[in-house]
Nanobody, 119 residues
Framework: QVQLVESGGGLVQPGGSLRLSCSAS????????MGWFRQAPGEQRELVAT???????NSADSVKGRFTISRDNAKNTVYLQMNGLKPEDTAVYYC?????????????WGQGTQVTVSS
């Protein structure tokens, strides 16, 4: 069974920084894409950023220039460095991975970590 475990959320003042981590463990053969999504109260879950095993990245316009996604393939871990945080970044942040567990490709989600930006 595959698990995604996130860490690094918390309360931060506007303009501050946080670094989220997500590690995948279990019966993993290969991970194609890892990424971060977020969901604010009353809103739909939205893309924040993704990164492929080759290092290609994609991110939402709202976080470009402030958030950086990176990945350690050897550790099956993805990071999200968030700088210049704004109150509108407040949400539950979810890690997602598209990976091969055994003989099939599957999508897994983490349990979510709360990020609150407030003075």
């Amino acid at each position: 069974q595959v698990q995604l475990v996130e860490s690094g959320g918390g309360l931060v003042q506007p303009g501050g920084s946080l670094r989220l981590s997500c590690s995948a463990s279990g019966s993993i053969f290969s991970i194609a894409v890892m990424g971060w999504f977020r969901q604010a109260p009353g809103e739909q879950r939205e893309l924040v950023a993704t990164i492929t095993s080759g290092g290609s990245t994609n991110s939402a316009d709202s976080v470009k220039g402030r958030f950086t996604i990176s990945r350690d393939n050897a550790k099956n871990t993805v990071y999200l460095q968030m700088n210049g945080l704004k109150p509108e970044d407040t949400a539950v942040y979810y890690c997602k991975a598209v990976l091969q567990d055994g003989y099939k490709w599957s999508t897994y989600w983490g349990q979510g970590t709360q990020v609150t930006v407030s003075s």
